[in-house]
T-cell receptor, first 115, second 113 residues
Framework: ETGVTQSPTHLIKTRGQQVTLRCSSQ?????VSWYQQALGQGPQFIFQ???????GRGNFPPRFSGLQFPNYSSELNVNALELDDSALYLC??????????????FGPGTRLTVL | AQSVTQLGSHVSVSEGALVLLRCNYS??????LFWYVQYPNQGLQLLLK??????LVKGINGFEAEFKKSETSFHLTKPSAHMSDAAEYFC???????????FGTGTRLTVIP
């Protein structure tokens, strides 16, 4: 059974640029959630995708967008990068049969630095 | 609205001593509660979770937590700390119908040899 994988591991961008982060779900999981973890903070929910549709969104601006593909892998896109976007971005997959109490399995994250 | 408060951003214990990491939650409906551990440069790993049923929940690596509704708490304990327990620990809450976890700010556990 393959766990959640994310790429790239690290990324450095400059303000105003755009970035795409990728996530492969754990085998058999149809739900992907993205979280932003700023330094010294807990993860904050960005959005969730279930069967290729957005299924909930946190308090993040529209320049944060996403996609989920038929194989349930996912992308997080961030446009017009700002310095405060520097963070660890975590992807989590789950099998949404039971909803909220389902365990979310996290990937190792992508460390984004915006200069 | 849901939220989690983790008391103590840093906790130090001696190897072999009791580990106690505190978590208090706020939720207007019955909560689902989770503890995750994060090792340096890694993602989050689930230690244990409470959904319904028995209020004392046993997890991996010898950790356990007790759901106390009257105290709105879900503290994490381990009888005897190991050096390998040094990590960041996050408490999280969610509820039926929600699709995301609300995390606390984390507690960094240091184990002193």
């Amino acid at each position: 059974e393959t766990g959640v994988t994310q790429s790239p591991t690290h990324l450095i961008k400059t303000r105003g640029q755009q970035v795409t982060l990728r996530c492969s779900s754990q085998s058999g999981h149809n739900t992907v959630s993205w979280y932003q973890q700023a330094l010294g903070q807990g993860p904050q929910f960005i959005f969730q995708y279930y069967r290729e549709e957005e299924n909930g969104r946190g308090n993040f601006p529209p320049r944060f967008s996403g996609l989920q593909f038929p194989n349930y892998s996912s992308e997080l896109n961030v446009n017009a990068l700002e310095l405060d976007d520097s963070a660890l971005y975590l992807c989590a997959s789950s099998l949404a049969r039971t909803g909220a109490k389902d365990t979310q399995y996290f990937g190792p994250g992508t460390r984004l630095t915006v200069l | 609205a849901q939220s989690v408060t983790q008391l103590g951003s840093h906790v130090s214990v001696s190897e072999g001593a009791l580990v106690l990491l505190r978590c208090n939650y706020s939720s207007s409906v019955p909560p689902y509660l989770f503890w995750y551990v994060q090792y340096p440069n890694q993602g989050l790993q689930l230690l244990l979770k409470y959904t319904t049923g028995a209020t004392l929940v046993k997890g991996i690596n010898g950790f356990e937590a007790e759901f106390k509704k009257s105290e709105t708490s879900f503290h994490l304990t381990k009888p005897s700390a190991h050096m390998s327990d040094a990590a960041e620990y996050f408490c999280a809450v969610t509820q039926t119908g929600a699709n995301n976890l609300f995390f606390g700010t984390g507690t960094r556990l240091t184990v002193i040899p």
